[in-house]
């Protein structure tokens, strides 16, 4: 009976826990849909000027109340698979080490990508998981890259709400990824190659949009991601929500996303490719703060 009565308030306490989460995240979308309306009524050449500063306005709310964050559900979805048994092995992420032992998280993120020497790769955190999904809970490769991204307006699936769950575990840590290992540093070196080479149709590269200051598209300013001082403001704010698709994503499925946007090939997710891009940003960007998830629009 004592059971059971510990049990109950366990529940009670956690239903009250989601429904503050939720009453806050409700009133932070009301203060960024005012934002949102302001702009509307905005002459057109300063729209972009006007939206950037309503989103800014509506960071400056998260900070002060991080209780009102979007992306804090899927962090806590992201907490509870981690702890729950899954796949034909029947085994939780708990199992899964990210590089400061089985089932440590706390700071883990904030030291990938890292080399794994049980894997024989360098790993940022969704292939990391990816592969424990695979060699601990049994699932297969090739249905885990089918279709990992959700749809606009869609939650994260399994491996992004896990990921942003351990990259919220290290919210305001510093990026401390060492890379110095030979391993480590052949992919950082492969990032900045595939960062700044122009290919496929269009003649992009990363490096068309995020290697030079003040740039924009569709009058939205791009971060300037080859800067170091620049990265170290922007990387950490990955998984993110955002305003805009009304979803959390990940920095896999942002580097999925770009690579469409320039029509190259479809982005894999824990493609060797993917790894080094982010491992080259993640290097850049030493010593900044995370704070994820962060927004974005």
């Known amino acids: 009976m004592l059971d059971s009565f510990e049990e109950a308030n366990k529940q009670e306490n956690n239903n009250v826990k989601d429904n503050r989460r939720k009453s806050a995240v409700n009133k932070g979308l009301i203060v960024l849909a005012t934002c949102c309306a302001m702009v509307a009524a905005t002459p057109i050449v300063r729209a972009q000027d006007a939206t950037e500063k309503g989103i800014e306005k509506y960071r400056q709310m998260l900070r002060e109340d991080p209780w009102s964050n979007p992306g804090l559900l899927d962090a806590d979805r992201g907490e509870a698979l981690w702890k729950t048994p899954a796949g034909p092995n029947k085994v939780s992420f708990e199992k899964c080490d990210l590089g400061k032992g089985p089932g440590v998280v706390d700071g883990a993120f904030a030291e990938l990508p890292r080399y794994f020497a049980d894997a024989g790769r360098v790993m940022d955190i969704e292939t990391r998981l990816m592969w424990c999904m695979e060699k601990l809970q049994g699932f297969k490769h090739s249905e885990l890259v089918k279709k990992p991204y959700p749809g606009r307006g869609q939650s994260v699936k399994t491996i992004g709400a896990v990921a942003t769950y351990v990259a919220s575990k290290s919210s305001g840590m510093k990026f401390a990824a060492k890379l110095d290992k030979p391993q480590e540093k052949a992919v950082v070196a492969l990032g900045k190659a595939v960062f700044f080479r122009r290919q496929s149709t269009h003649d992009f590269a990363c490096a068309t949009c995020h290697a030079d200051e003040g740039k924009r598209i569709r009058r939205q300013g ?36 770009c690579y469409w946007q320039m029509r190259m090939p479809k982005l894999e997710m824990g493609s060797d490719v993917s790894v080094a891009l982010i491992a080259y940003l993640v290097k850049n960007a030493e010593g900044g703060e995370i704070a994820a998830p962060g927004l974005k629009r």
Not at 226 to 234: G, I, L, N, T
């Open 222 to 257: 791009l971060p300037y991601l080859a800067d170091p001082k620049e990265a170290r403001q922007v990387v950490g704010q990955w998984p993110a929500y955002r305003v805009s698709t009304t979803q959390v994503m990940t920095m896999q499925h942002r580097l999925y996303d």
